[in-house]
């Protein structure tokens, strides 16, 4: 790397990082803002990912580190934790910081996480603010500065479904079916839990774990005035299914996003967040049905890992329907691929 800002390239690294980036941690951190080397060092780093920019020599320039502690409340959506964004003094102002930053989003994405918060020092919030992030408390102080919480959603609107979603619903399935000739939606006869789609995935005792989300539409954003009624822009659930001599799996099911908000990323941050919930369980494979007509979610699934298995089956239902399996192995919270790689250039 030639110090060039257009050449900085980042890696993300799963668990302790690389020794340079503890090191220029320790310079800006402790030397540099007088931090208590103890509150640097807090234990967390085995358990995290590391974004890092090294220079020619191998030296790190700048690096950062996403947490995953899960949810702040119970039955709230998880946001990851970015933090020790660091930046060498002689390489500030070349957007080394954006970049560990966007790297540890992206990140946070492939981990499931819906949104990410940091806790900000408040002489740059400006930075974040600017990153699409937003205030989400008061000023506090830590180590001796002032910082503030900050939060940016990966996944605008999400959140769980709710049986008064179920007209919203059925219109975002019922239009995604009408692109393909011969798709009947027909809800009394076939698809009732669309009656009340919050209560059909609100497991009871004995019952298998089930979750689903959607993705409400901003009413002041323009496709949110444009878009379906109701203002549902995607959904996806996931079931737990019990496999006998199988490891624990679960089935992905009821991803549909709408034609107004394709090829931006939504239908792979849904899998993600379902495949999130599955390890949760402790499902160790995902299973998925999806009619042969479907090509373009094939096409998804693949480029997510998931492969055919050569299993069909045929519904015999209304819109004459056969469908096909893919599976992916599922791997565990710390066993989730780290080939991410990001350029200024």
Not at 164 to 174: E, F
Not at 206 to 212: I, N, S
Not at 309 to 327: P, V
């Amino acid at each position: 790397m030639s110090g060039r800002s257009g050449d900085a390239a980042v890696t993300v690294v799963a668990g302790t990082p690389p020794r340079t980036a503890l090191d220029l941690r320790y310079e800006v951190f402790v030397r540099e803002q007088g931090v208590p080397p103890e509150l640097e060092y807090d234990g967390l780093d085995a358990t995290a990912d590391h974004a890092v920019v090294l220079d020619g020599d191998g030296r790190a320039v700048a690096t950062a580190r996403l947490l995953d502690p899960g949810p702040r409340e119970p039955d709230a959506e998880p946001a990851g934790v970015i933090g020790r964004v660091a930046v060498s003094a002689a390489w500030r102002g070349r957007g080394l910081g954006r970049l560990v930053t966007a790297a540890l989003e992206g990140r946070a994405g492939e981990r499931g996480l819906p949104a990410v918060e940091l806790h900000a020092q408040t002489r740059v919030a400006d930075f974040y603010t600017r990153q699409g992030y937003r205030s989400i408390g008061e000023p506090d102080v830590e180590a001796g500065i002032e910082h503030v919480w900050m939060r940016r959603e990966l996944l605008p609107g999400l959140r769980r479904a709710r049986d008064s979603d179920a007209a919203a619903l059925q219109d975002l399935i019922a239009t995604a079916w009408a692109e393909y000739p011969g798709c009947v939606l027909d809800v009394d006869a076939e698809e009732p839990w669309l009656r009340a789609p919050g209560s059909a995935h609100a497991a009871g005792a004995g019952e298998p774990a089930r979750a689903l989300w959607v993705v409400q539409a901003d009413p002041a954003d323009p496709i949110g005035a444009a878009g379906p009624a109701g203002g549902l822009l995607a959904s996806v659930a996931v079931w737990a299914r019990p496999m006998a001599n199988l490891a624990a799996a679960a089935e992905l099911k009821t991803l549909y996003v709408s034609a107004l908000v394709r090829r931006r990323g939504l239908g792979s941050a849904l899998v993600r967040r379902a495949e999130r919930e599955a390890r949760r369980w402790e499902a160790r494979q995902m299973r998925l049905w999806t009619d042969t007509r479907f090509t373009d979610a094939h096409r998804l699934y693949r480029r997510l890992g998931y492969r055919a298995t050569g299993h069909s089956r045929d519904l015999h239902d209304l819109s004459a329907t056969t469908e096909i399996e893919f599976h992916r192995p599922l791997p565990g919270a710390n066993e989730i691929p780290t080939s991410r790689q990001l350029s200024l250039s």
